[in-house]
């Protein structure tokens, strides 16, 4: 898509693509730190593709491979998420359920947040073609019930839904997005008033609850190239009595250990372990690198998030969790890997269950990281995909 002329762009454009910001937005995008060279920039130079790709390159490699590993070879069994789940309040005062892919509705002190909620049938600006989900959501957005305020990471089609968006400005809930993304919003519906739009380290009070945008190492694009004006981030959520931190997407950085230092330490965390791959060693973590960015913004439970839902990536399906299982294992890290809209305490967990195993395509020869009892310390480490050395800033529409 990035080759298109741009009279045929102009013609396949949707109004799934959003809008670009314009006016003080603008204005207030120019002003920012992270704002060099006419493009926001990530806090360590970052490639969105490894050298010796391209995106032509990569789409052949992704339909060559084996398609079958990519999804699983059964229904996933979800939990129906029902609202007499949800009708008492957490005893702990912090209930986290994870509904699929990056979006979880956290309850934290009376107050409830949704993160990246993502209700469409595929991530993508058309109907016809992109990712279709995986498995359906365990709970229609009509029966979720009020929702305080909606955390949106950035403006990816995976975790930005217009259909969703849409619904929920019919309602009273605030939306928090990092800085540049509520032009998307606003140009959806959502009135200016219940948009609060941040840049990094900038913290607003939302409905008795602390919300803090943080650096993350991603990019921002809705058509063929890096938008240029769209921050992503990462967030940290504080009540009067808990903490929580949710990734978006990054790739790993040095910088998680200033957030937690700040922002933390967190009563749990909402970290992205899937969709890594070799060809994007750099916006995406590994499970092992997810693992190691709990622990450096000082999380007490994990909850992985960002796979299951859709086929974004070319390892199999079930990958993401087996490594994660693994690797937090070996260091002693607390996690729950719970089905999607099963709701659960941080405070007091659901024992691990490999629940992904019963529907994995996994082959007769195995390819399973984690043993029937668990996870083995070494198994992790001798998966690990090898990373891409040397970054550039090279702005060619993939750096960023």
């Given at each position: ?69 990519r999804m699983p070879a059964a229904p996933v069994p979800l939990h129906r ?89 019919a309602t009273d809930t605030v939306f928090a997005v990092p800085l540049g ?6 140009h959806w519906g959502v009135p200016p008033r219940r948009i609060v739009e ?203």
């Amino acid at each position: 898509m990035g080759r298109l002329p741009r009279r045929t762009w102009h013609l396949i454009r949707t109004d799934a693509f959003g809008a670009d910001p314009r006016g003080e937005r603008l204005e207030r995008i120019r002003r920012s730190p992270q704002f060099r060279d006419g493009a926001f920039r990530n806090p360590v130079p970052t490639r969105r593709l490894a050298d010796g790709y391209s995106p032509l390159s990569v789409s052949r490699a992704q339909l060559a491979g084996d398609r079958t590993r990519r999804m699983p070879a059964a229904p996933v069994p979800l939990h129906r998420l029902r609202p007499l789940d949800l009708a008492e309040p957490p005893a702990s005062g912090l209930r986290l359920t994870w509904l699929c892919h990056a979006t979880v509705l956290a309850e934290i002190d009376g107050r409830r947040v949704l993160f990246d909620p993502v209700w469409g049938e595929r991530c993508s600006p058309f109907s016809w073609t992109g990712p279709k989900r995986l498995h359906p959501m365990p709970v229609d957005l009509a029966e979720l019930g009020p929702v305080d305020v909606v955390v949106v990471s950035h403006d990816h089609y995976d975790h930005l839904d217009m259909p969703t968006v849409k619904a929920l400005a019919a309602t009273d809930t605030v939306f928090a997005v990092p800085l540049g993304v509520g032009a998307h919003l606003e140009h959806w519906g959502v009135p200016p008033r219940r948009i609060v739009e941040l840049d990094w380290w900038e913290s607003a009070e939302v409905a008795g609850l602390t919300l803090t945008a943080a650096p993350a190492r991603h990019y921002c694009s809705r058509g063929p190239r890096t938008h240029p004006y769209a921050l992503w981030a990462s967030w940290a959520v504080a009540g009067p009595e808990h903490r929580v931190f949710h990734s978006g997407d990054t790739g790993y950085f040095p910088g998680f250990t200033e957030i937690g230092a700040r922002l933390g330490p967190f009563d749990a965390t909402m970290v992205q372990i899937g969709a890594y791959s070799d060809f994007w060693p750099e916006v995406h973590m590994t499970p092992e690198e997810g693992v190691q960015a709990h622990q450096d913004v000082g999380g007490g439970l994990l909850l992985p998030i960002h796979w299951c839902t859709f086929n974004l990536a070319p390892h199999p399906w079930e990958e993401p969790a087996e490594r994660t299982v693994a690797a937090a294992q070996a260091l002693g890290v607390r996690f729950a890997v719970p089905r999607p809209g099963a709701p659960f305490e941080p405070a007091d967990p659901p024992a691990p269950a490999l629940w992904w195993r019963a529907v994995a395509a996994v082959p007769e020869a195995g390819g399973l990281t984690v043993p029937d009892g668990l996870a083995s310390p070494a198994s992790a480490a001798s998966r690990r995909p090898t990373r891409s050395t040397a970054a550039t800033a090279e702005d060619d529409g993939i750096t960023v």
